[in-house]
C-alpha cells in the first residue's frame, strides 16, 4: 500500500546499544522529518531532510544520526542509546511547504524504550 | 531562534464553539499548520494556512494574521468525539516546528 510506514512499531534496548528506526514514504514527497514526542514536550524536531542527500538538524538532534541516500527513505539511528532517548519517534513527510501542497503526512510511530 | 505558544489544556461543552489560539515567532515563516491528535494515535492534518484570513473547513475554521504572528483553531458544534490534543505548527524554510500542544477535554 502507498503511504508512509515506520519500523519497527515497538522496540526495547539498553543504554549504549544502536538502534535505527527506518522510515519508508511511497509519494517521493522531497521533504521528510524526524519527531519525537514525550509528555508535556509536545513533536519535537530531532533531523529533517529537503530532498536526498541533504539532511539538517532539528531542535533535539544530539545522540541522532539521519541519512538519505534515496528520497523514499530517511533512517534514523540512535548511536549509543539512553534513558532520556525513550520516546515515541514519528517520521513525516511532505510533497512541499507551499499552499495546496504542504499537508505533512505522518507515520504511525516508533515506540523506544531504553532500559 | 522559533517559539510557538498555545494554551495547555482547555474544556468546552458538547455542541459548543470553542477557540484554540496560536502564537508563533519565527524566521523565514512559510505557514501555519493545524493538526488533531488523539492518545495513542499519530498526528492527522486540519489545516494549513499560508495567507491571511479564515479558512473553513465543515466544522472546523482556522484563522492566520502573519503581521501578528497568531493563528486559532475555532471548532463549531463540539461533539465528544472532539476531545484530543491539538497541535499549532509552523512552517519555516525547510522546517515544521511544533508547538506543546493544546489538550481539548469536552464535557456532556
Known amino acids: 500500500d502507498a503511504g508512509i510506514t515506520q519500523s519497527p512499531r515497538y522496540k526495547i534496548t539498553e543504554t549504549g546499544r544502536q538502534v535505527t528506526l527506518m522510515c519508508h514514504q511511497t509519494w517521493s514527497h522531497s521533504y521528510m522529518f524526524w519527531y519525537r514526542q514525550d509528555l508535556g514536550h509536545g513533536l519535537r524536531l530531532i533531523y529533517y531532510?529537503?530532498?536526498?542527500?541533504?539532511?539538517d538538524k532539528g531542535e533535539v538532534p544530539d545522540g541522532y544520526v539521519v541519512s538519505r541516500s534515496k528520497t523514499e527513505n530517511f533512517p534514523l539511528t540512535l548511536e549509543s542509546a539512553t534513558r532520556s532517548q525513550t520516546s515515541v519517534y514519528f517520521c513525516?513527510?511532505?510533497?512541499?511547504?507551499?499552499?495546496?501542497?504542504?499537508?505533512?503526512?505522518f507515520g504511525e510511530g516508533s515506540r523506544l524504550t531504553v532500559l | 531562534g522559533q517559539n510557538i505558544d498555545q494554551p495547555t489544556e482547555m474544556t468546552a461543552t458538547e455542541g459548543a464553539i470553542v477557540q484554540i489560539n496560536c502564537t508563533y515567532q519565527t524566521s523565514g515563516f512559510n505557514g501555519l499548520f493545524w493538526y488533531q491528535q488523539h492518545a495513542g494515535e499519530a498526528p492527522t492534518f486540519l489545516s494549513y494556512n499560508v495567507l491571511d484570513g479564515l479558512e473553513e473547513k465543515g466544522r472546523f475554521s482556522s484563522f492566520l494574521s502573519r503581521s501578528k504572528g497568531y493563528s486559532y483553531l475555532l471548532l463549531k458544534e463540539l461533539q465528544m468525539k472532539d476531545s484530543a490534543s491539538y497541535l499549532c505548527a509552523a512552517s519555516s524554510a525547510s522546517k515544521i516546528i511544533f508547538g506543546s500542544g493544546t489538550r481539548l477535554s469536552i464535557r456532556p
Open positions: 513525516a513527510s511532505s510533497e512541499s511547504l507551499l499552499a495546496g501542497t504542504g499537508e505533512l503526512f
Open positions: 531532510s529537503a530532498a536526498a542527500d541533504i539532511t
